[in-house]
């Protein structure tokens, strides 16, 4: 782990730790008291290095990096090689050592110095260096939650024990004056040892892997064989709505086996991979739970488990909704169908209300309808449905007016005992109406509900539109353009839309203006034009309700009169010839006076309408050569 940061420091500690051992272990069995001084003046060069070392070991390994700082840190070597300097000239230069006495043990010479005043500058220093340190390592102890808090231990466990040896040796505190220090330093290098190597402290590979657990956005949970929970990272906390120790400690099944799941998952030896829903404080979360087994090695006994939760509430919401939303885009599909197909326009209003109703889910009582502005449809139309579901009316007059005042998609507008969601029948141009959805009091349609009626009512407007356009193109199709009468194609479609009973016994009267070339080459034809107008007014007037009028083609116009005898035909003939003769156009100073010719068939038992107006038409033709101005019976 060479290119692991902190690496060198750790082993030229482990080096001093060596060579102080080393030092002392011939100072002690150095045969002379001059040799004992000796290897007791080397000694202090490693008393000296060790303590700024070791702080720089444990500012590497437990700090960032800074490129500042790995410039600096070599001023820490200063005030050691003063001690070091001042040792080697000791006790000549009394400022580490005043005095040097020698005491003979059985097996060992020991050195008792009398300290100097530099000694205690040297103490305080080395000692603030050591407790620096080791504050560094106990941070990084309480800050590290999983296993390779253990690691840790060792090294600081490692450093007590200098701390304590070196104490015990400076203020006399063990009977057998003797320097502990390099003894507990051999044992505070082999828990280091322990620490770094056998541990892999500096290995990137379990750091790596609890940094990413750490950040995950998954809860985590680290439970023991008996399925007790003994680790877990941030995002459990999060997603439990709970601290650390609440969940520390805890039986696994307690929090992940509620609402009805079951813990099998949390005792095999296989991964397990499944959706539950849990209640965190009242609330139900719908959470993917993955458990996978630890091993000792594969195959091998279980010996806990790690368990996986990621909340999953949004996308199951968010599925829902995409389900809602395809049942509502289905539902204005088949609407629209329906409306689009539907093209007369009462029909249309009907299956309009019955759509919004079937599209409201029943959610409301009924749904009320107000039309208005459509061909047609003179005075504006409240409509209901169900038709007969009883409640009272909103859509009234005054309101009706208020609310086109004003510009929105749907609104829901509360009452006293009800709700009331309105949503306008407008398009950029064109209004039609309003439909108000009549709901329980305090409820309302939301969000995408509110959409789907403003589009059920886009969708409306447009179907609308397009029977409107419909009707004008039929109506325009089968009316004549100059006397807004119906041509012959319009005559034929009313005549096949006479009840059957009704056509038993008709009547068709063939029309023919008299002198329409000479008025047209007399006055021109925009006369002529206008004496056409006039005379299909007189017809009009003349004729009932259920009569069918048409312009046959030029100057020819045709009456069916359906459940006519031959004596009302006949008088009918007579009224209009004499309405027509006493009728004079004006134009201008110009009074140009009007007749016409006219052929009357009664039907026949099996003939159809086509035979019939033949007949009619031959009448007609000797009405004309009898003198005109006439009426001649088939």
Request: with cysteine; glycine share 6%; hydrophobic share 45%.
């Amino acid at each position: 782990h060479r290119h692991i940061r902190g690496h060198m420091p750790l082993m030229a500690t482990s080096l001093l730790i060596i060579g102080w051992l080393q030092a002392n272990w011939f100072e002690v069995l150095s045969p002379t008291p001059e040799g004992t001084l000796l290897w007791a003046k080397i000694t202090y060069f490693f008393v000296a290095v060790f303590p700024p070392t070791l702080f720089i070991f444990a500012h590497s390994y437990t700090l960032e990096s800074n490129p500042r700082w790995e410039h600096l840190r070599w001023v820490l070597y200063v005030l050691p090689g003063v001690t070091i300097a001042l040792t080697a000239a000791a006790p000549q230069l009394p400022l580490v050592w005043k005095a040097v006495r020698f005491r003979q043990h059985a097996f060992f010479t020991s050195i008792h110095p009398v300290y100097g005043g530099w000694f205690y500058v040297h103490l305080v220093y080395s000692h603030l260096l050591d407790v620096s340190g080791f504050l560094l390592l106990l941070r990084a102890y309480i800050q590290e939650r999983h296993t390779p808090r253990r690691y840790s231990r060792l090294l600081i466990v490692g450093v007590i024990l200098a701390l304590l040896a070196n104490f015990s040796q400076v203020f006399h505190i063990l009977p057998i004056e003797k320097d502990y220090t390099p003894i507990s330093l051999a044992l505070a290098a082999i828990l280091i040892v322990l620490g770094t190597l056998r541990q892999r402290i500096f290995d990137m590979r379990p750091l790596a892997a609890l940094t990413v657990v750490d950040n995950l956005r998954d809860a985590i949970l680290l439970l023991d064989i008996s399925g007790k929970i003994v680790d877990t990272n941030p995002a459990a906390e999060v997603f439990l709505h709970k601290k650390r120790p609440e969940i520390i400690g805890k039986i696994a099944c307690q929090l992940l086996c509620s609402m009805g799941t079951h813990p099998e998952c949390l005792s095999s030896k296989t991964d397990s991979h499944t959706d539950i829903v849990l209640d965190i404080d009242g609330r139900s979360v719908h959470a993917e739970r993955q458990c996978l087994p630890l091993l000792r090695f594969p195959g091998g006994a279980l010996i806990g488990r790690v368990v996986s939760l990621r909340d999953i509430t949004q996308r199951k919401q968010n599925a829902a909704l995409l389900a809602r939303q395809a049942q509502h885009i289905q539902a204005l599909y088949a609407s629209a169908q329906i409306l689009f197909n539907t093209t007369g326009i009462s029909a249309l209003m009907q299956a309009i209300l019955h759509q919004g109703y079937k599209l409201a889910d029943e959610q409301c009582d009924f749904v009320e309808g107000y039309f208005s502005e459509i061909p047609d449809v003179s005075p504006p139309v409240l409509l209901r449905y169900p038709p007969q579901k009883p409640g009272p009316t909103f859509l009234t007059e005054k309101r009706v007016e208020a609310i086109r005042k004003e510009t929105f998609s749907s609104k829901t507008i509360p009452q006293n005992d009800y709700a009331v969601c309105v949503v306008p029948l407008c398009g950029e141009e064109q209004w039609f109406g309003i439909l108000a959805f009549h709901l329980e009091a305090g409820t309302s349609f939301q969000g995408d509900e509110r959409t789907v009626f403003e589009n059920f009512a886009l969708t409306a407007v447009s179907a609308l539109h397009n029977a409107v356009l419909l009707r004008l193109t039929n109506q325009h199709a089968i009316t004549d353009p100059l006397t807004r009468i119906y041509n012959r194609r319009g005559f034929f479609e009313k005549a096949a839309a006479v009840p059957s009973q009704e056509r038993q016994s008709y009547t068709i009267i063939m029309v023919d203006m008299d002198n329409l070339k000479e008025i047209n080459d007399t006055y021109g034809h925009q006369v002529g034009d206008l004496a056409l107008q006039k005379l299909s007014e007189v017809l009009r007037r003349q004729i009932r309700r259920q009569d069918v009028l048409s312009r046959y083609g030029g100057d020819e116009f045709v009456i069916l009169l359906p459940r006519t005898t031959i004596e009302d035909a006949r008088a009918l003939a007579q009224r209009l010839l004499a309405a027509i003769q006493s009728t004079r156009l004006l134009y201008q100073d110009i009074s140009v006076p009007l007749s016409a010719s006219m052929g009357v068939a009664i039907s026949a038992p099996g003939e159809d309408l086509e035979t019939c107006i033949q007949r009619a038409d031959s009448a007609l033709y000797q009405a004309k050569l009898g003198g005109k101005n006439r009426a001649v019976m088939a």
